[in-house]
């Protein structure tokens, strides 16, 4: 079956950097836009990033653009987030998730998700 599963969350201090993993089974990895969404806690579920099926196009939040870089390997069937520059801000559980559609930026358009890894910026 269709499996998404994050890893390399942690507890790390404010200026720190942490790359978080999605890695994939069950279904053509490259034929699917992966993006990465958050959820901090009492807050819905926001968009981060995204990347294109061959990884030539990336996208991302206003929030984490020029500190968070994603990418993916399509022969190893992972993407990942590269996150810089953390701030407090920015602890949240990170969730990756695969869509065909390209309104990448939407939750309702993703079909597979992850179960999250949780991120936690101290100051």
């Known amino acids: 079956q269709v499996q998404l599963v994050e890893s390399g969350g942690g507890l790390v201090q404010a200026g720190d950097s942490l790359r978080l993993s999605c890695a994939a089974s069950?279904?053509?990895?490259?034929?699917?836009?992966i993006g990465w969404f958050r959820q901090a806690p009492g807050k819905e579920r926001e968009f981060v990033a995204a990347?294109?099926?061959?990884?030539?196009?990336?996208y991302y939040a206003d929030s984490v653009k020029g500190r968070f870089t994603i990418s993916r390997d399509n022969a190893k069937n992972t993407a990942y987030l590269q996150m810089n520059s953390l701030k407090p801000e920015d602890s949240a559980d990170y969730y990756c998730?695969?869509?065909?559609?390209?309104?990448?930026?939407?939750?309702?358009?993703?079909?597979?998700w992850g179960q999250g890894t949780q991120v936690t910026v101290s100051s």
């Open positions: 069950g279904y053509t990895f490259s034929n699917y836009i």
């Open positions: 998730a695969a869509t065909r559609s390209g309104s990448y930026r939407y939750r309702a358009a993703y079909d597979y």
């Open positions: 990347i294109t099926r061959g990884g030539g196009s990336t």
